[in-house]
């Protein structure tokens, strides 16, 4: 069965960072763009970063540059999302993506996303 799944969320204080992992299975990595979105209770879901494949090109949202470094280990077949200097904004669900090339867009297959809490 092909899917990804998230983990390393939890609870963090403002200033603190975690880091996230987005492991696949039923399917390698190596030839996909894999995006990290998150979602805010009573807001939409949002597009955070993004990784190329073939070129490893990444792109972030305004609200992440200079905090957020998105990476990718193809032989473990995992992407990262490491979040530093975090913010209570940045409290969500989070949720990654894989697609043909970043932006990704028109993804329905979400899983169950792992929550990021930032609180003191």
């Known amino acids: 069965q092909v899917q990804l799944a998230e983990s390393g969320g939890g609870l963090v204080q403002p200033g603190g960072s975690l880091r996230l992992s987005c492991a696949a299975s039923g399917f390698s990595l190596n030839y996909y763009a894999i995006g990290w979105f998150r979602q805010a209770p009573g807001k939409e879901r949002e597009g955070v970063s993004c990784i190329n494949s073939y070129d490893r090109a990444t792109d972030y949202a305004d609200s992440v540059k200079g905090r957020f470094t998105i990476s990718r280990d193809n032989a473990k077949n995992t992407v990262y999302l490491q979040m530093n200097s975090l913010k209570p904004e940045d409290t969500a669900v989070y949720y990654c993506?894989?697609?043909?090339?970043?932006?990704?867009?028109?993804?329905?297959?979400w899983g169950q996303g792992t929550q990021v809490t930032v609180s003191s």
């Open positions: 993506a894989w697609g043909s090339r970043c932006p990704i867009r028109g993804y329905d297959s």
